[in-house]
């Protein structure tokens, strides 16, 4: 039996960002490794993220960008492989890179560039692509059965992310191999995702307003986003709506700021005084579309505003208005789910890992990195660093 397995020192499984980090450290301590991709082409998420431009990691990453049931895990691999480290590794291979907003990192010579370059600094490892593995078992060393042959390791590398973009051959593996060896999980739930609404919210609010744009403060569960929203003909999308998507559950409510800079209420009681005979509708065309300006004066209010003069209506409805305004409570119905969202909360139990090595504490030789662990970043680079630094930290050790 043991002459049918080729043997390596480490297997990782998942030719992504977090697997081919901890290929890259691992291959630089002199073990030999061995990577098995599902997909037919190593990085299809690197490919496709930031638009083909690869928003590879942020300025600003912080522990309080993470979201996780336990937000002190990620401390360690992020304060020993940080976005400086990641941004040296690009410039040492001639990469260059711009500044978009809020810190959000892109580089200048596209996606297809950083996948180059990982894939150039792994090349010594194995790389074996549209392999299915059909079994996982451990007795001294893991063996792992595929449709490409059979293989043995001392140390097994979990880096097949979420279950996020099913067409690109995301799965819940993660958690299945979590389950087999008795580690707890968080399940997978959508996140960076637009928000979807009940047909009638849709009608009132969003119908014929589908890709109209504007920035607003988002909040939930002591969250808050202040990004560009967008309308959808499903409901809501933009930064600030997925940021908050990955804090939203079923049955909450958002409140959306649609003035951040104003007092609404104030504002249209001084308008009032100064400009009585303008119509709500042109008052707030100031700050919004015509159409937003009119579908917000009708439908914010129990009473339709939009053809009504400033002095004709009462301070108290003026200010319950404007009130409203800063403080819009919508109830989503759900998410677009798992087909469009960027990555999902959930995953492999933080107190099932090592935060130093991200090794199992039940299984010896046995890790879990990037998605497949319970840290989800915010939109804007995040989740590419926590891949970048628990497979740092990962190759330190396998």
Known sequence: ME???????????GAGAAGLMCAIEAHKRG????????????????????????NFTNLYIEPESYLSNNPHFCKSALSRYTQWDFIALLESAQLSWTEKTLGQLFCDQKSGAVLHMLLDEC??????????????TFESHYSVHTNQGNFQAESLVIATGGPSIPKMGASDFGLQIAKQFGLKSVGFKPALVPLTFHQHDIDT????????????????????????????????????ILQISSYWH????????????????????????????AELKTILGEFFSKRLAER???TLSTKALAEVTLGEINQHDLKAFGHCLNHWMLVPSGTE???????????????????????????????FIGETVDVTGWLGGYNFQWAWSSGWAAGQVV
């Open 250 to 277: 079923k049955g909450d409510a958002i409140e959306i700021n649609l003035l951040p800079d104003v007092d609404a209420s104030e504002y249209l009681l001084n308008q009032q005084q100064a400009r009585g005979k």
């Open 337 to 367: 789910g798992l087909r469009t969202a960027e990555v999902c909360t959930g995953g492999v139990a933080t107190d099932e890992l090592s935060s130093k090595t991200l090794e199992s504490s039940k299984q010896p030789g046995l890790y």
């Open 205 to 240: 609010y969003f119908k014929h307003l589908s890709g109209l744009s504007l920035e607003a403060i988002v909040n939930c569960h002591q969250a808050s986003f202040r990004e560009q929203l967008l309308i959808t003909h499903r409901g809501l999308s933009g930064p600030a």
């Open 31 to 54: 073990r030999t490794v061995l990577i098995l991709e599902r997909a037919n082409k190593a990085g299809k998420k690197i490919l496709i993220s930031g638009g083909g431009r690869c």
């Open 123 to 136: 090349a010594q490892a194995e790389l074996k692509l549209s392999c299915e593995i059909s079994q996982v």
């Open 3 to 13: 002459a049918n397995f080729k043997k390596y020192d480490v297997i990782i499984i």
């Open 296 to 298: 917000l004066a009708n």
